[in-house]
């Protein structure tokens, strides 16, 4: 079975650095993606890991374990506009179609 | 930027009736998608597509749903006879190796 796990809300100021934790049990792995999504907008990709290590994308940051079945999103100098809902998606390939399965999401408020 | 287009983007159906949402994924994708999000819940997985053929399908994905690629650039998700359950934003997806993009989204109430 999949299960991910992210907590539901976060709170952080402007200006400020956030991590958002992820951590996953799934049977197959094949990828981890970060989405962010606006109320009642779709999912936006952020960022991929496949391999361990660090992925640096301007202003976003994302982490992988595969050890541990962990992931981090990290967010510098916070912007109003970064409030959203932030998704970890783990991609399997079990079933040949490659299917994304999301956590219920990171509800990020971004406060001055 | 290419991107995944989607319509209607608002589609209110009576219960029973059916309803066939449209996608135009990426043209030089292979794998397409379909996922659903209820109001305030996660986004869950419908069903892969690729080669003309499902690749694979959830437990949502009962009979009442079918999917089609009528030409090469259509791809729908028809709900034969819709329930208030199915109610939800319907994204369509396509993705070529590392990135799966998401189309804006189709919003079904089902009165």
């Known amino acids: 079975g999949q299960n991910i796990d992210q907590p539901t809300e976060m709170t952080a100021t402007e200006g400020a650095i956030v991590q958002i934790n992820c951590t996953y049990q799934?049977?197959?792995?094949?990828?981890l993606f970060w989405y962010q999504q606006h109320a009642g907008e779709a999912p936006t990709f952020l960022s991929y890991?496949?391999?361990?290590g660090l992925e640096e994308k301007g202003r976003f940051s994302s982490f992988l374990s595969r050890s541990k079945g962990y992931s981090y999103l990290l967010l510098k100098e916070l912007q109003m506009k970064d409030s959203a809902s932030y998704l970890c998606?783990?991609?399997?390939?079990?079933?040949?179609?490659?299917?994304?399965?999301f956590g219920t999401g990171t509800q990020l408020k971004v406060e001055l | 930027e290419p991107e995944v287009t989607q319509t209607p983007s608002h589609q209110v159906t009576q219960m029973g009736q059916e309803v066939i949402l449209r996608c135009v994924p990426i043209?030089?994708?292979?794998?397409f998608y379909w996922y659903r999000q209820i109001l305030g819940q996660k986004v869950e997985f419908l069903v892969s597509?690729?080669?003309?053929?499902?690749?694979?399908k959830s437990e949502i994905f009962d009979d009442q749903f079918s999917v089609e690629r009528p030409d090469g650039s259509n791809f729908t998700l028809k709900i034969r006879s819709t329930k208030l359950e199915d109610s939800a934003m319907y994204f369509c997806?396509?993705?070529?190796?590392?990135?799966?993009?998401f189309g804006p989204g189709t919003r079904l109430t089902v009165l």
């Open positions: 997806a396509s993705h070529s190796y590392n990135e799966q993009f």
């Open positions: 597509f690729y080669n003309n053929e499902i690749s694979e």
């Open positions: 043209s030089n994708h292979l794998y």
């Open positions: 799934t049977s197959g792995f094949n990828g």
């Open positions: 998606a783990v991609r399997s390939p079990t079933g040949g179609g490659n299917k994304l399965t």
């Open positions: 890991n496949v391999l361990d």
